[in-house]
């Protein structure tokens, strides 16, 4: 009899109020559960009165189970359920810039098809469990600024179809897995920059073949010399070394040759070209040939890409370049404000004569003169209107820059021996005369 009547009742709830929602919408719901705050509503059609969860936001569906949970950049604040793990067809998870926390729950490596996990711009925390080799099928790992911390699990290498790893801005420590290099044969994309790595640069980094863009290894504590064999990646990676602890001669091999030391700045112990620190004798060897050892001002010439530029402001700058640089500016200056001294009382002076001999046109009688100068040479920032002439404001009641001016539509009144004599009318209507001297 009893029995029975749980029946009843269960068929009550499934044809009732409450209708039947498969194990999939339940595992969606006590994701739905983990979330404290919605603020934007992304959620709001998740609800137990739907019977099929794929038609909630966000939420994709293949043949009736949920290959997909994408709900990015709507404020979610909460933690990540072990639920999701049992969405067995799960493919993709992206929830990028929300506000996540916590660690990552062991479960979510249950959902073995896993192809792209995109957790970018959260709160997470916490180390990464090693059932990440569980992932055969991950292709996209992105769980750049987080607050992950701990070492890059030793299983990573076992997810061998992982084409793009960003690890970046997080408190990631250790040293890269060993084989690291050798088994993510398929990596496109690598990105370890802004953690704690510490440990050598595997040489089997070199191994990655596949590699695209930038390799960027930057910001870390790795130490010791830079392995040659990363001259093996393909021509186009640029591998992006700075700010780490790196020392010895920078190999000249390949995709670490011709590179500008922007590359590479930023790591004390590294010596020889394209750095201007040479290398001493000791470490040296055949690397870098020509230079004495402890000449400053003896390191071959920087290399003419585009890239030079930026090094001087980088670690390599010596004392004395910093106060040539502050000496020229000064200098420069000056000559700027001697220059428009000199304009100005030039200008002056023409001015004070015209008020003379009048051309007819207003003057608003009560103001003082002002005078403007501008010439091209003293200034870039002038623009290619203005020409090589002195630009003088003749009525200059009203305040302009240049770039008013540039907006102000002028008319030529006249042409004196002097000059040309424009009207220029500004924006907000007051007008005065101006005067370009030819
Ligand atoms: C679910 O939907 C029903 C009707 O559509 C509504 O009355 C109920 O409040 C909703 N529940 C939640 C938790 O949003
Ligand atoms: C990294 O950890 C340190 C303490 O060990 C902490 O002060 C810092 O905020 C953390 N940074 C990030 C990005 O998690
Ligand atoms: C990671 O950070 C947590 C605190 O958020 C700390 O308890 C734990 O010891 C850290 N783990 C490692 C490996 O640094
Ligand atoms: C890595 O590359 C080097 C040189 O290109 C090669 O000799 C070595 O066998 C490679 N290692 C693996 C594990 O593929
Ligand atoms: C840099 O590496 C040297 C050894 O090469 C080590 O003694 C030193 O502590 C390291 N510095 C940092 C900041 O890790």
């Given at each position: 009899m009893f029995p029975l009547i749980l029946l009843l009742l269960a068929l009550f709830n499934c044809h009732g109020l409450v209708s039947c929602l498969n194990n999939e919408g339940y595992a969606l719901l006590s994701f739905k559960q983990s979330i404290y705050e919605d603020p934007e509503g992304s959620l709001s059609n998740w609800n137990s009165s739907d019977d099929n969860p794929c038609s909630w936001n966000g939420v994709t569906c293949k043949d009736f189970k949920v290959m997909s949970v994408s709900?990015?950049?709507?404020?979610?604040?909460?933690?990540?359920?072990?639920?999701?793990?049992?969405?067995?067809?799960?493919?993709?998870?992206?929830?990028?810039n929300n506000r996540f926390?916590?660690?990552?729950?062991?479960?979510?490596?249950q959902a073995q098809g896993l192809q792209s996990l995109v957790l970018y711009g959260n709160s997470l925390s916490g180390s990464l469990p090693?059932?990440?080799?569980?992932?055969?099928?991950?292709?996209?790992?992105?769980?750049?600024?987080?607050?992950?911390?701990?070492?890059?699990?030793?299983?990573?290498?076992?997810?061998?179809?992982?084409?793009?790893?960003?690890?970046?801005?997080?408190?990631?420590?250790?040293?890269?897995?060993?084989?690291?290099?050798?088994?993510?044969?398929?990596?496109?994309?690598?990105?370890?920059?802004?953690?704690?790595?510490?440990?050598?640069?595997?040489?089997?980094?070199?191994n990655l073949s596949s590699l695209q863009g930038t390799a960027d290894l930057s910001h870390?504590?790795?130490?010791?010399?830079?392995?040659?064999?990363?001259?093996?990646?393909?021509?186009?990676?640029?591998?992006?070394?700075?700010?780490?602890?790196?020392?010895?001669?920078?190999?000249?091999?390949?995709?670490?040759?011709?590179?500008?030391?922007?590359?590479?700045?930023?790591?004390?112990?590294?010596?020889?070209?394209?750095?201007?620190?040479?290398?001493?004798?000791?470490?040296?060897?055949?690397?870098?040939?020509?230079?004495i050892p402890f000449l400053p001002n003896n390191s071959p010439p920087q290399d003419s890409d585009n890239n030079g530029r930026k090094s001087v402001k980088g670690r390599g700058l010596s004392k004395i370049a910093v106060v040539a640089i502050i000496v020229s500016d000064v200098i420069g200056i000056c000559l700027v404000g001697l220059l428009f001294s000199y304009c100005y009382s030039r200008v002056c002076q023409r001015s004070k004569n015209r008020d003379g001999n009048s051309y007819g046109f207003e003057k608003g009688g009560k103001k003082r003169k002002e005078c403007f100068c501008f010439r091209k040479d003293e200034s870039e920032t002038l623009s290619e209107n203005v020409e090589q002439y002195d630009l003088v404001a003749l009525d200059a009641q009203v305040a302009f820059d240049l770039d008013e001016l540039l907006k102000a539509s002028a008319f030529v009144l006249g042409k004196s021996g002097i000059g040309i004599v424009y009207k220029v009318v500004l924006e907000d209507g007051p007008y005065f005369s101006c005067e370009k001297i030819g």
């Open positions: 709900i990015p950049k709507k404020k979610l604040y909460g933690f990540l359920p072990s639920a999701l793990g049992s969405l067995s067809d799960l493919r993709h998870v992206n929830l990028r926390f916590g660690s990552l729950p062991a479960e979510l490596f090693n059932q990440f080799g569980k992932l055969k099928y991950l292709q996209t790992l992105d769980l750049s600024q987080n607050f992950f911390n701990g070492s890059i699990p030793s299983s990573t290498v076992l997810c061998k179809r992982l084409r793009a790893l960003d690890l970046s801005r997080n408190n990631f420590t250790g040293s890269l897995p060993a084989g690291f290099g050798a088994s993510l044969v398929s990596l496109e994309k690598l990105d370890l920059s802004f953690n704690k790595f510490d440990g050598s640069i595997p040489s089997d980094v070199g870390n504590l790795f130490t010791g010399s830079i392995p040659a064999s990363l001259g093996n990646l393909p021509e186009k990676v640029y591998i992006d070394l700075t700010y780490n602890n790196l020392s010895g001669p920078i190999p000249q091999t390949g995709a670490l040759m011709n590179r500008g030391p922007t590359a590479f700045i930023g790591n004390p112990g590294l010596c020889g070209p394209p750095l201007k620190n040479p290398c001493s004798s000791v470490t040296d060897g055949a690397t870098a040939p020509s230079s």
